[in-house]
């Protein structure tokens, strides 16, 4: 099946600071990457849909301006959580869709876990 | 009210038994149903589809009532490997997956 990969699957950083994530489709074209974010005991919860080339939706409540999705390849998307703070502290997953599988089928990949201290 | 609404649980059930988990959705557009299983601190994985018509998957049978906007898992012979959490996922006609919270689950040796 397809495979989605994460990267880094955790990171610990102070407050204050920005972090990265990167979501890669490893071999399919994603025309659509969503991104999630699951804090514990909790269902994941949709942040913002982002189509290759276009700038992401964002789900009411998400902050566009701390949350920044980059998706500006086919095989690529990035999430930067900008002056992460303790509360933005949550498992972050990404998944794909496009030229794999089904019409609607997601692939998803392995989680990032954001520790801000 | 949630747009998927699922039995917390947890559920602790005996190597062998059959167990069931229930959901509902409120969105009577939505168009395919799920359910994933979670393990602990990993992604969810595609456990299998739901349909109208009902669908099994060797231990694994899934229903779908559109009129009750209802979805259910079975599992019968359950495994010490079945313990995760169960989720239930709707996907609506912007084909957005909406996740429940999930059903854990327990199987005891």
């Known amino acids: 099946g397809a495979v989605v990969s994460q990267h880094p699957s955790w990171v610990i950083c102070k407050s204050g600071t920005s972090v990265k994530i990167e979501c890669r489709s490893l071999?399919?074209?994603?025309?659509?990457m969503f991104w999630y974010r699951q804090f514990p005991k909790q269902s994941l919860m949709l942040m913002a849909t982002?189509?290759?080339?276009?700038?992401?939706?964002?789900e009411q409540g998400v902050e566009k301006d701390k949350f920044l999705i980059n998706h500006a390849s086919l095989t690529l998307s990035t999430l930067t959580v900008t002056s992460a703070h303790p509360e933005d502290s949550s498992f972050y997953i990404c998944?794909?869709?496009?030229?794999?599988?089904?019409?609607?089928?997601?692939?998803f990949g392995p989680g990032t876990r954001l520790t801000v201290l | 009210r949630k747009e998927v609404e699922q039995d917390p649980g947890p559920f602790n059930v005996p190597e062998g038994a059959t167990v069931a988990f229930n959901c509902t959705y409120s969105?009577?557009?939505?168009?395919?149903f799920f359910w994933y299983r979670q393990d602990c601190r990993k992604e969810p994985k595609l456990l299998m589809s739901?349909?109208?018509s009902g669908n099994e998957d060797g231990r694994f049978t899934a229903q779908l009532n559109r009129a009750s906007q209802y979805i259910s898992l079975l599992i019968r012979d359950s495994k010490l490997s079945d313990s995760a959490t169960y989720l239930c996922?709707?996907?609506?006609?912007?084909?957005?997956?909406?996740f429940g919270s999930g059903t854990q689950l327990t199987v005891l040796p």
């Open positions: 998944s794909a869709r496009g030229s794999a599988g089904g019409y609607n089928e997601q692939f």
């Open positions: 071999d399919f074209q994603a025309t659509t």
């Open positions: 982002s189509n290759e080339g276009s700038k992401a939706t964002y």
């Open positions: 969105n009577s557009a939505s168009q395919s």
């Open positions: 739901v349909y109208s």
């Open positions: 996922v709707v996907n609506g006609p912007a084909r957005q997956l909406t």
